[in-house]
Each structure stands twice: as structure tokens, then as C-alpha cells.
């Protein structure tokens, strides 16, 4: 195990530093118990690429992207188990290398397993990435190993849990067979594609929408499951599609001064970028997932209800377009859907749910972007809930309105991790932990 002293932890998008005492680089599970069992206070984290602050802020922290080995493949049973630090690309090669999918993914390969089962990431036309594991070795706060399964009461508790209950250490996924999708791409006006959300849903394997506000238009993927074999008539669409998110940064480089830039830049944009129809076939994580991002950039995203979208779309449009608010939003939104689970701090607890990101294409000056507190305004008053990895302001009061099971949750936290050892100053406030007598952080 490495071991490094006196350093400053910083995200992926730098937005977040910490200043740590010791980091600690684990490669084997009995490293890791050692580790949480020897410290008061510690925070684990992964490829650093979430927006909250919810990986570093103690002491003490744990690198778990040095634990990423896969341990077996179970061919009978389509599982495979690996330690959380594997980077989901190298899962998602090792399993389509065996001829098998997780048939929801999220857009962005780069992120480690723990990292993204930890703050329930998601992609579309499907369930949360966590809802596809069916064990997983938890290392609680004592060092202890408590191997969650399928049927044991807590795992409903642990799928999305943000690190709060245990250190995941090694983790086994389910996986189906793989298939192709056949892809199709193109812009549509506002009051055409919301209307058929539910009916596309039906008929679609997958259905995402790149809402571009300020435009009246969305931009439309679906995806049909199809034989391998079948020939397509293929069309990536221009050369220079290319380069749209170099030019946005471009384009929005004054936008934090000048917010109304933003409703210019977009209508560029839009024609330019998301005007052309696009046909493409591929696996689900070739067709559908970004392989490489040019520049960082900073992420919120909040969940509805499938029922209660439209309303909350509208009311949202309706607040972005007045010129008196400074809410102007980069392009795109990306609209998402996902299928109802029993995790207990899952978006789609109970329903099913659409989920609706909104991006600041400048990092460094997303304190000032008010679309963030736009969005996250409309979207709780609605019962909205928020993406554990990106940006937003609510805390245990407005959480617990809008998580069934916040409660519950916060009760199995405290039997296991009584000292709050795994709690840094984001998740103290998040939960209202009660600061404990020679506890500092908070
Ligand atoms: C460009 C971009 C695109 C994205 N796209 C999507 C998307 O399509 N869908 C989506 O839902 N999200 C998306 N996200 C959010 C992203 O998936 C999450 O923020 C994810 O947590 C990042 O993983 P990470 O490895 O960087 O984790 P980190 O940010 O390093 O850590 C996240 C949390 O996981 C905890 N953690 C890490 N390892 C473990 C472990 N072994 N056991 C328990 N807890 C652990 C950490 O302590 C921390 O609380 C995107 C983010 C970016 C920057």
C-alpha cells in the first residue's frame, strides 16, 4: 500500500480542494480494512468526477482507483465481480468481450465502479447502475467485512448509499446478453417531442433527448434492438459535429458576465450541431456512451416523476425564457429515463422517473450560474430529487420530503457508523449528522 503525507486533493474539474494528512493508495481488501479500522475520520474516492462534495474533506482518505482488478466471471450465471476501483470502460471491454451488456449506462466511461454505484449513476431507458449488482463485500466502519447479497434486508439501503454505510470493496453485477441498437438522431420542435415521451417509450429499446433551451427545439435519440447483421444506412452526420464542444466553450466564454450571450450562442449552436439527422448501429456502450470529453465542466441534475415532467418542463421553460432572470442555460439539457427500483435513495424510488441535467460549460464560474438554483428551485417545489454526484443546495429537511425512505436511511447510518467516521463536512450538514463530543469536522 502507498502512502503519501501533506498533500491537496483536488476534483477532477477543480471546483473542490481539501487539504489531506494522509492518502492512502490500497490495491487489497485487507489493506483497505486496515485502513478504515486505524482512522477516526475517512473519505474514499474515485476518478474525483463528482460535482458534490462528497469523496475527500478529511484527514485521512483512501484512493480507490488502485483496487481494480477483475476477480471472476461466472459464465453459467452472466455475472461478473470486481473491486470497485475498476474504471467502468475496463468492465464494460471485459464484458462485451464475452458477449454480455449491463443495458443501462450512463454517458461517460472514465468514472470507477464504487464511485458510480455510490451516488446512483444512471443512464436511460433502464434502471440505476447499482440495480444490476446483485453482491457486494462492505467494509464497515469498524474493518469488518459484511457481504451484502441479493435477498439481505440491507442491500436496498447500500445500492445508493454515497459511502455513508461502508466501503464497497468488491462488487458483482449481473450482466444480460449484449445487443445492437440501431440509433436514430434528429431535432424536433418542443411541442412534438414532449407529448410523445411515454408513447416512444413503449415503442423504443432507448430514448434520450438533448433538450437546447432557448430554442424551442430538443434533439431526439432513439435506439431499436436489431439484429447484428442488419444492414443500416449509416449517417454520423457532418465532419465538424466534431468539434461542438469546443466551440460552446467558445461561445460561452463571457456567458457568467453576460448571461444573455448564452440565448445567442444556443440558436448557433443548435443549427449548427443538432440540425442534421444521424443514423448509427452499435452495442449500447459503443452507440451511446461519450468515449472523450475536451475540457471539464460543471453538473447538476434533478429527477421528476414521469407524470409530473411535463408540468415541471414547462414551468422551467417558462422561467428561463423571461429576460429578467438570469437563467440562461447551456446546451443541452439531457434528458433521461429511468425505470422504477426499492433502493432506498435511488431517484426512482417507487416510480418511474425522468431525470434532467443541466451543465455550466465553464467550471470555474459556476458559483455564478443561476440556472443551477433555477432549476433546483422549480424542481424541489414539484418533489424533485437530486443527482447525488452533481451540484445542488438541499439538505436533510428538503430531502427528507422528497425520499420516502431518507428517515430510515439515516437510521441505519447511524447503528453503522456510530463515531460518524465516514462522514466529511458535506455529508455531516447533508444528513444533520449530531456532532459527536471530540468529533471536529462540521
Ligand atoms: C462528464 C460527466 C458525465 C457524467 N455522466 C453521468 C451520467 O450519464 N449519469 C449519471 O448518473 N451520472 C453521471 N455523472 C456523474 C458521475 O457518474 C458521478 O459523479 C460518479 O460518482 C463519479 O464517479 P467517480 O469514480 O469519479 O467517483 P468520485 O467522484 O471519486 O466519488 C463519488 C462518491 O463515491 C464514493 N465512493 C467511491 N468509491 C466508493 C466505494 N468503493 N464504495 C463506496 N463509496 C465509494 C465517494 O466517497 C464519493 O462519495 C457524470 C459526471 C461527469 C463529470
Known amino acids: 500500500m502507498k502512502q503519501k ?50 469523496a475527500a474533506g478529511t484527514d485521512a482518505i483512501i484512493n480507490m482507483s488502485t483496487y481494480n482488478k477483475i476477480i471472476s466471471y461466472d459464465y453459467n450465471l ?17 464484458i462485451e468481450s464475452v458477449g454480455w451488456c449491463i443495458p443501462c449506462l450512463p454517458d461517460i466511461n472514465t468514472i470507477t465502479i464504487g464511485g458510480a454505484l455510490a451516488t446512483g449513476t444512471h443512464g436511460t431507458s433502464g434502471k440505476l447502475l447499482a440495480e444490476y449488482m446483485t453482491e457486494c463485500r462492505l467494509i464497515l466502519a469498524d474493518g469488518t467485512i459484511r457481504t451484502v447479497a441479493k435477498e439481505d434486508e440491507l442491500m436496498d439501503a447500500v445500492k445508493v448509499s454515497l459511502g455513508m454505510l461502508g466501503v464497497m470493496s468488491t462488487i458483482t453485477f449481473q450482466c444480460e446478453p449484449a445487443y445492437t441498437l440501431h440509433i436514430k438522431e434528429r431535432p424536433e420542435n418542443d411541442s412534438e417531442w414532449l407529448p410523445k415521451i411515454k408513447s416512444r417509450l413503449k415503442k423504443h429499446d432507448f430514448l434520450r433527448i ?15 434492438k436489431i439484429d447484428p447483421e442488419k444492414e443500416i444506412t449509416e449517417n454520423k452526420g457532418p465532419n465538424y459535429l466534431k468539434h461542438r464542444r469546443n466551440t460552446s466553450k467558445f461561445l460561452y466564454k ?22 442534421s439527422k444521424k443514423e448509427h448501429k452499435g452495442t449500447l456502450y459503443q452507440a451511446t456512451v461519450t468515449k472523450s470529453r475536451g475540457s471539464t465542466l460543471e453538473l447538476a441534475e434533478w429527477t421528476i416523476a414521469l407524470d ?37 435513495l435511488s431517484y426512482a424510488y417507487k416510480q418511474d422517473t425522468v431525470t434532467m441535467g443541466c451543465v455550466s460549460r465553464n467550471a470555474a464560474t459556476a458559483d455564478t450560474y443561476e440556472a443551477f438554483k433555477s432549476i433546483e428551485k422549480i424542481f424541489l417545489k414539484h418533489g424533485g430529487r437530486p443527482h447525488w454526484g452533481k451540484r445542488f443546495s438541499a439538505k436533510d429537511i428538503q430531502l427528507s420530503k422528497v425520499y420516502p425512505k431518507w428517515g430510515a436511511f439515516k437510521e ?24 459527536l463530543v471530540n468529533e471536529t469536522a462540521a
Not at 10 to 27: D, Q, R
Not at 318 to 330: A, D, G, L
Open 210 to 224: 438533448l433538450w437546447l433551451p432557448h430554442t424551442n427545439k430538443g434533439y431526439v435519440i432513439t435506439g431499436d
Open 254 to 275: 463571457y456567458s457568467h458576465k453576460f448571461p444573455w450571450i448564452t440565448a445567442i450562442a444556443n440558436k448557433i449552436l443548435a443549427k449548427a450541431f443538432f440540425s
Open 308 to 344: 409530473k415532467f411535463p408540468e415541471v418542463f414547462n414551468e422551467l421553460k417558462t422561467e428561463i425564457n423571461k429576460w429578467s432572470n438570469k437563467s440562461f442555460i447551456h446546451i443541452p439539457m439531457d434528458v433521461r429515463f429511468v425505470y422504477q427500483d426499492n433502493s432506498w
Open 5 to 54: 503525507n501533506n498533500g491537496t486533493w483536488v476534483s477532477w474539474n477543480e471546483n473542490l480542494k481539501h487539504n489531506y494528512k494522509t492518502m492512502y493508495s490500497i490495491t487489497k481488501e485487507d489493506e483497505l480494512q486496515e485502513v478504515i479500522a486505524n482512522n477516526e475520520k475517512i473519505r474514499f474516492f474515485g476518478s474525483k468526477q463528482s460535482s458534490a462534495d462528497i
Open 412 to 435: 441505519i447510518r447511524e447503528k453503522l457508523d456510530p463515531t460518524n467516521k465516514f462522514l466529511n463536512p458535506y455529508l455531516t450538514k447533508l444528513v444533520a449528522a449530531k456532532t
Open 78 to 94: 452472466k455475472t461478473i465481480t470486481v473491486e470497485s476501483g475498476l474504471i467502468l470502460s475496463e468492465l464494460l471491454e471485459a
